[in-house]
């Protein structure tokens, strides 16, 4: 199985930076997207940022310009660089991968275990 651990998270200011990083462990066969999901308290749970195999990217609106995804492939590692941090930014923020451990299992998403991010004003 895969295992997904974020670290990064914390207290910022608004306006500051954070960046979150997501290892991977476990049986990996293949990894198609990476993505980074968040969770205010109240609201539903969110697409952030997205990355795929051939590194694409997609962010919502509310990010873009001020996120940055990437990936490692070589170390299966997910990252979001965050500036220009806001208050309402404030929320859990989990990585996703949609993969596969090992050959002919089917493509399923593995979630981390989410790391806080919480922006004052």
């Known amino acids: 199985q895969v295992q997904l651990v974020e670290s990064g998270g914390g207290l910022v200011q608004a306006g500051g930076s954070l960046r979150l990083s997501c290892a991977a462990s476990?049986?990996?066969?293949?990894?198609?997207?990476m993505d980074w999901y968040r969770q205010a308290p109240g609201k539903q749970r969110e697409l952030v940022a997205a990355i795929t195999s051939g590194s694409s990217t997609n962010y919502a609106d509310s990010v873009k310009g001020r996120f940055t995804i990437s990936r490692d492939n070589a170390q299966n590692t997910l990252y979001l660089q965050m500036n220009s941090l806001k208050p309402e930014d404030t929320a859990v923020y989990y990585c996703?991968?949609?993969?596969?451990?090992?050959?002919?299992?089917?493509?399923?998403?593995?979630w981390g275990q989410g790391t806080q991010v919480t922006v004052s004003s």
């Open positions: 996703a991968y949609m993969a596969t451990p090992a050959w002919g299992t089917p493509l399923r998403y593995y």
């Open positions: 476990g049986s990996i066969f293949s990894i198609n997207s």
